[in-house]
């Protein structure tokens, strides 16, 4: 574990007003009409559902029309059934693929086929903790709460058709940690559709060498246009899909996600049964994932039906879910801190002695600031030392590499997108959240 020496960083010291104004410029650079791009070098030419939760989160320490702005936008594009897309296309004219014309779906908005993160209801209780709440603001904030339930029933009626407690995902862009090799062994039972044909724009912006490989997009595209084939049916899709995955990561945000969703329900006086039912069964299930052998937890593939051991740092999103089975937060926790013990920059994705670690391509092994960002808010409150010491080594790495998409876990030398959104974002919550939970 690197060396870290421990300042006050609540104090505004004129370093802090001169980074804090910085980090607000990268946001307010890269705002649109109602809602933010990852980043402003095109790479990312649309609105990505779990960045805009982090944005808004950033914009509530200085604008929260803003931050509430994020979030309406992105509930404008919520499908009739409850879905809220991974991507909402506001601009129809980017180089961007897969475009609008290519998934060919939504409602109200193009946008794409499949689902992110599901981390609104976190950021919307976040931001609401912070604040008191205006007469003139009830009824919009009551308007979000009942379309964030909605999309939560969705997930839980159509990717936990089975009712175990756990849902899927059935594309790894639904992660959002694409090219991850928790994804390696099911990617690879997927047979590339005959004759692709179609021109990937994310290279031509970014260095290739930090990108996915070209096997992975064909990949990707083939799940894509499967979906695309049987209409985006979240019924028959479950079943049908060529990738379907229970991930640690993705339950462990959408347990943490239901929990305060319960909390805002509760507050605000909606019916939230079907939610805490489905909390009880998910804090049970969820360690079902957990391999007591080798003090982890693993991913489980349903459509090969096998268990998918990768040391990545999204299986420690757990913590996040604050489960009640303190013997295994401990075990878990004592894991963490061997998770990349020998290098200098926390946490890098994959664990760096694992064979499929890459330094610098995007999911492979690099730093990422939302997870070092979700694994401090879950460890707060278990390990305080531990999450102080998370808080200050990313600060730290953005202080000396500036507002990057991710970074090298050996030299913190940042690749990707500049101007990011969400390291902006979340950037400002480590540095100005005085609240403990
Ligand atoms: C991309 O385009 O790389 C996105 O991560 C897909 O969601």
């Known amino acids: 574990m690197p060396n870290i020496q421990f300042t006050?960083?609540?104090?505004?010291?004129?370093?802090?007003?001169v980074i804090i104004e910085k980090a607000k410029k990268v946001l307010l650079g890269n705002k649109k009409n109602g809602f933010t791009l990852p980043t402003n070098n095109k790479l990312y030419p649309a609105q990505w559902n779990w960045d805009s939760g982090f944005i808004a989160l950033g914009y509530s320490y200085f604008n929260i029309k803003?931050?509430?702005?994020?979030?309406?936008?992105?509930?404008?594009?919520?499908?009739?059934?409850?879905?809220?897309?991974?991507?909402?296309?506001?601009?129809l004219n980017t180089n961007y693929y897969p475009n609008h014309t290519v998934w060919n779906c939504g409602n109200k908005i193009h946008s794409s086929g499949i689902t992110q993160p599901p981390i609104l209801?976190?950021?919307?209780?976040?931001?609401?903790d912070k604040k008191t709440i205006e007469n003139s603001e009830v009824f919009k904030i009551k308007s979000m709460i009942k379309k964030i339930k909605k999309y939560h029933e969705w997930l839980i009626k159509y990717r936990d058709p089975k009712k175990t407690g756990l849902v899927s995902i059935l594309?790894?862009?639904?992660?959002?940690?694409?090219?991850?090799?928790?994804?390696?062994?099911?990617?690879?039972?997927?047979?590339?559709?005959?004759?692709?044909?179609?021109?990937r724009g994310d290279n031509k912006v970014i260095n290739p060498e930090y990108r996915p490989l070209d096997d992975d997009y064909d990949r990707y595209v083939t799940i894509k246009n499967h979906l695309r084939?049987?209409?985006?049916?979240?019924?028959?899709?479950?079943?049908?899909?060529?990738?379907n995955v229970v991930d640690v990561g993705f339950n462990s945000i959408f347990l943490k996600a239901n929990k305060d969703l319960l909390k805002l329900l509760k507050k605000f006086n909606f019916e939230h049964k079907n939610i805490q039912k489905f909390i009880l069964k998910s804090e049970n299930q969820i360690t079902k994932l957990y391999n007591k052998k080798k003090g982890v937890f693993t991913n489980y593939d349903l459509k090969n039906k096998k268990e998918i051991s990768v040391p990545s740092i999204t299986n420690y999103f757990i913590l996040f879910a604050d489960?009640?089975?303190?013997?295994?937060?401990?075990?878990?926790?004592?894991?963490?801190?061997k998770h990349n013990k020998e290098k200098r920059y926390l946490f890098s994705s994959i664990k760096p002695n694992y064979n499929k670690f890459e330094e610098k391509r995007y999911w492979r092994g690099p730093v990422w600031i939302n997870c070092n960002w979700i694994i401090y808010q879950g460890l707060k409150n278990k390990d305080k030392k531990f999450a102080d010491k998370i808080k200050e080594t990313t600060i730290n790495l953005i202080r000396k590499s500036g507002f990057y998409e991710y970074y090298s876990c050996k030299t913190g030398k940042a690749f990707g997108a500049s101007n990011f959104s969400w390291t902006a974002s979340l950037f400002l919550d480590l540095l100005l959240d005085k609240q403990q939970r």
């Open 121 to 128: 209801a976190i950021m919307l209780k976040k931001i609401l």
């Open 229 to 243: 084939k049987n209409k985006y049916n979240p019924k028959s899709l479950y079943d049908k899909s060529m990738f």
């Open 171 to 199: 594309h790894p862009w639904e992660s959002g940690y694409d090219n991850s090799p928790l994804w390696d062994y099911s990617m690879k039972e997927i047979k590339i559709e005959k004759n692709l044909k179609y021109k």
């Open 66 to 91: 803003y931050a509430f702005d994020e979030i309406s936008t992105l509930l404008k594009g919520q499908w009739k059934d409850g879905m809220i897309p991974h991507i909402l296309f506001h601009d």
């Open 8 to 17: 006050d960083i609540h104090n505004s010291t004129a370093s802090n007003k």
């Open 323 to 337: 489960l009640k089975n303190q013997f295994i937060n401990k075990k878990i926790i004592k894991n963490l801190k």
